[in-house]
């Protein structure tokens, strides 16, 4: 009897060191087959750290021309705008301070057409009272060349934290915040009503004119927009409220034909709510970067970078950034994503608690 019992205990132990082995086999191949890849995708998708930006601060927008890329905005205690304009230069590693913006403001919507970059909208402090968000409707031409600027036909509704992007060389506003129809406010205040926008206006900077199209369905503001294939998505942002504390971020995505002029289906929604990102387009994708929440328990910045892929409706995650941030600067110059400034906690204007930072991170995407 102990004769069969060792036996088939024999037996047991030999077909557990047969499967042992196997799955040891199994795991090595595994990771054999992950490390050959894994070296081609980090090389494909790597961090490297530029030169800083001269003056950090949080509330910056970038935008690429020329091979450059350009900074604007900032935003200092007590809401007060900065009016920076930087631009950087890749072949030199070099930063250069230019003309201040004509009008100092904030949350501004950008967009380059044939060289030269149009700034639309955003947020002025008031000359007299509380500080608060003021809406604006100037239009502005920067010509990058010449470092000069050009006031333009205003837009027709005032509003910030909007965006502008460009197709078949016309520029559409979608977007953002302002005050309630027929209110007696003039500025916005995290304690005073005002509202999340879907409107839609085009301008053509060929006739310095303004038209409208169908309204954003989901009125956001502090959202990412760009262009894949001649369609507009817009993804994230804040609903209601422009300011993080009164607001809630959502993850939807919705595109809109410019040829029909009809918002689609909503798409793959982000995989997670955020607000105020930065965000570039590159390869038929668009990138979103940073961001941040606010919950009753926390506030936090995202260091989380992700690419939404229209054509297969899906969302790929990206190396995350060095340092989780948001109110950051980013657009892609070749296949480099450069991610500029921002604010490094969720947002507190209050004057000794800003915690900005002049990072100037790049992400390469493909190759060197």
């Not at 109110?327 to 915690?355: C, K, M, W």
């Amino acid at each position: 009897m102990q004769a069969i019992t060792r036996s088939r205990l024999a037996n047991v132990a030999a077909k557990r060191s047969l499967a042992a082995t196997l799955a040891l086999a199994l795991t090595l191949t595994l990771t054999l087959a992950l490390g050959l890849a894994a070296p081609g995708k980090a090389h494909a998708q790597k961090w490297s750290s530029a030169t800083p930006i001269p003056v950090g601060a949080e509330e910056v927008y970038g935008i690429a021309a020329g091979g450059k890329l350009y900074v604007f905005g900032g935003l200092a205690p007590g809401w007060k705008p900065m009016g920076m304009v930087f631009e950087y230069d890749p072949a030199g590693d070099r930063w250069t301070r230019k003309r201040d913006m004509p009008a100092f403001l904030h949350h501004v919507a950008l967009a380059t057409v044939n060289g030269k970059i149009y700034m639309f909208g955003g947020f002025e402090l008031p000359a007299k009272g509380d500080a608060a968000w003021a809406p604006v409707r100037t239009s502005w031409e920067y010509d990058p060349v010449t470092d000069s600027w050009r006031a333009l036909a205003p837009a027709p509704v005032a509003r910030g934290a909007h965006n502008a992007v460009v197709v078949d060389n016309r520029i559409h506003l979608i977007g953002g915040a302002g005050l309630h129809p027929g209110s007696k406010e003039t500025a916005l205040h995290p304690a005073r009503p005002h509202r999340a926008l879907g409107t839609h206006e085009v301008f053509d900077p060929a006739t310095n004119a303004w038209s409208t199209r169908a309204d954003m369905p989901t009125a956001r503001n502090h959202a990412a927009a760009g262009v894949v294939d001649g369609r507009i998505y817009v993804i994230g942002g804040r609903l209601g409220s422009v300011f993080i504390t009164t607001a809630t971020n959502t993850d939807i995505v919705e595109e809109y034909n410019p040829a029909t002029d009809s918002w689609g289906r909503l798409m793959a929604p982000m995989p997670n709510p955020r607000s105020a990102v930065a965000w570039g387009v590159h390869g038929g994708r668009l990138y979103v970067i940073g961001g941040e929440m606010r919950h009753r328990d926390f506030w936090a910045t995202f260091a989380a970078v992700d690419a939404f892929d229209p054509k297969s409706n899906s969302w790929t995650r990206m190396p995350p950034l060095p340092m989780p941030r948001h109110g950051l600067a980013a657009d892609f110059i070749g296949n480099r994503l450069h991610v500029v400034s921002g604010q490094v906690q969720s947002g507190t204007n209050t004057p000794g608690l800003v915690a900005n930072t002049d990072r100037h991170d790049v992400l390469t995407i493909g190759g060197n």
